[in-house]
């Protein structure tokens, strides 16, 4: 007849913890105390009485105080896994990026499994609520949050559970992360057009890179502006209601009024929304206004003339998150952040400005 058994609290910690290591959650060290009570929903005092009696079994060996236990189990008993990874977009269309499928394929090969979500950013309205019930449904080890907002990524950065900032507004925050350095491209894009003449530059990027305070690539374009002599106010990087009837509102609300000479368009799909704007009023590019992107996109290779833009090589960013992923998976915390360089490549969007004896603005190309 076999003996029932009740375990105590800190047994079933212990038990459930084993099971975890046997699985090979965690390998090398052990989490501490504070982020496996957030992850299990208990209380410290029972995570280090479960924690004492893994130690006395020979799974766990201490380390010294405020050291992280060393995982002893045998290498028999462990589990090769992998881990499941969500990926939170920030638009439909990123599923079509090639370093988006590059970045899946990647993962893959490596053995983890992969989810895009089917709501991105955008579609939940960067609302942190919606996001987290969407979380909270979703079964995943880890997450890559696409171009977040500051409020988005510090919800992330705050959770048990690891999480992968690709671009957004991740400055300062406890989270591991990887994007184009735009600030040098910034500048040198700022110099070249004061140069050719232009005083009205315009950038438009999504509110959330200007709120609730400038990005520091936004940041870095109005302090050279500043730095060039020009005035600098929200004409230069303007809030708009992000939606596309919200973004052609403003473009025709700038060029009613104060037309700029030369407009950046950060994002190939706001771009393309531009050259839509700009060809329906028939004004013309580059004689009538200078035309950047502030990404790059394949599809500019065929344009005639060149697009002007930014370029940044999506390879070292795809390898930096595979590394992050295999981190995670062998249970070494990873919170690097790290940038890759940006180069601004002038085009045959950009032209000088002349102003004729009559006062009459005329943009002739370089």
């Known amino acids: 007849m076999s003996v029932f058994k009740?375990?105590?609290?800190?047994?079933?910690?212990?038990?459930?913890?084993?099971?975890?290591?046997?699985?090979?959650?965690?390998?090398?060290?052990?989490?501490?105390?504070?982020?496996?009570?957030?992850?299990?929903g208990v209380s410290g005092k029972l995570i280090d009485a479960a924690l004492v009696e893994l130690e006395l079994e020979g799974v766990l060996e201490a380390a010294g105080p405020r050291r992280q236990r060393r995982i002893r189990i045998p290498a028999e008993r462990a589990i090769q896994r992998s881990l499941r990874l969500a990926i939170l977009l920030n638009e439909p269309?990123?599923?079509?990026?090639?370093?988006?499928?590059?970045?899946?394929?990647?993962?893959?090969?490596?053995?983890?499994?992969v989810t895009n979500l089917p709501k991105t950013l955008v579609e939940l309205g960067m609302n942190v609520k919606r996001i987290a019930r969407m979380v909270e449904q979703?079964?995943?080890?880890?997450?890559?949050?696409?171009?977040?907002?500051?409020?988005?990524?510090?919800?992330?950065?705050?959770?048990?559970?690891p999480a992968f900032a690709l671009f957004g507004r991740r400055g300062g925050l406890p989270i591991a992360a990887v994007g184009p350095d735009k600030r040098s491209a910034y500048l040198n894009v700022v110099r070249e057009l004061v140069k050719m003449g232009h005083r009205r530059i315009v950038l438009m990027a999504r509110p959330r890179r200007r709120?609730?305070?400038?990005?520091?690539?936004?940041?870095?374009?109005?302090?050279?502006l500043a730095a060039q002599g020009?005035?600098?106010?929200?004409?230069?990087?303007?809030?708009?209601?992000?939606?596309?009837?919200?973004?052609?509102?403003?473009?025709?609300?700038?060029?009613?009024?104060?037309?700029?000479?030369?407009?950046?368009?950060?994002?190939?799909?706001?771009?393309t929304a531009a050259q839509q704007f700009l060809a329906?009023?028939?004004?013309?590019?580059?004689?009538?206004?200078?035309?950047?992107?502030?990404?790059?996109?394949?599809?500019?290779?065929?344009?005639?003339?060149?697009?002007?833009h930014f370029r940044w090589d999506?390879?070292?960013?795809?390898r930096r998150i595979v590394r992050w992923a295999g981190n995670v998976n062998r249970g070494k915390k990873d919170l690097r952040q790290t940038l890759t360089p940006v180069a601004f490549v002038t085009g045959g969007t950009t032209g000088f400005i002349r102003v004729s004896p009559h006062n009459r603005t005329n943009i002739c190309r370089e």
């Not at 609290?9 to 390998?27: D, M, N, P, T």
């Not at 709120?211 to 050279?224: H, I, M, R, S, W």
């Not at 973004?247 to 037309?259: C, G, I, K, R, Y």
């Not at 999506?314 to 795809?318: A, D, G, K």
Request: proline share 8%; charged share 20%.
């Open 138 to 161: 979703t079964e995943a080890d880890a997450w890559i949050v696409m171009a977040g907002s500051r409020p988005v990524l510090e919800w992330f950065s705050s959770q048990p559970f």
């Open 211 to 224: 709120l609730p305070k400038p990005g520091a690539a936004e940041q870095a374009f109005l302090d050279e």
């Open 93 to 113: 269309a990123d599923r079509q990026l090639a370093y988006m499928v590059e970045l899946r394929h990647e993962l893959e090969e490596d053995g983890h499994s």
């Open 314 to 318: 999506s390879r070292p960013i795809v």
């Open 280 to 308: 329906q009023r028939r004004l013309r590019v580059p004689q009538e206004i200078s035309l950047i992107c502030t990404d790059y996109d394949p599809s500019f290779e065929w344009c005639e003339p060149p697009i002007s």
């Open 230 to 271: 020009l005035a600098v106010s929200d004409y230069n990087l303007p809030a708009w209601q992000e939606t596309s009837h919200g973004f052609h509102s403003h473009l025709d609300a700038l060029f009613q009024v104060t037309p700029p000479t030369a407009l950046l368009i950060d994002e190939v799909g706001l771009f």
């Open 6 to 40: 009740v375990l105590s609290g800190s047994q079933q910690v212990a038990s459930h913890l084993r099971e975890l290591l046997a699985s090979g959650r965690w390998s090398g060290v052990m989490p501490g105390r504070t982020r496996l009570a957030a992850e299990l």
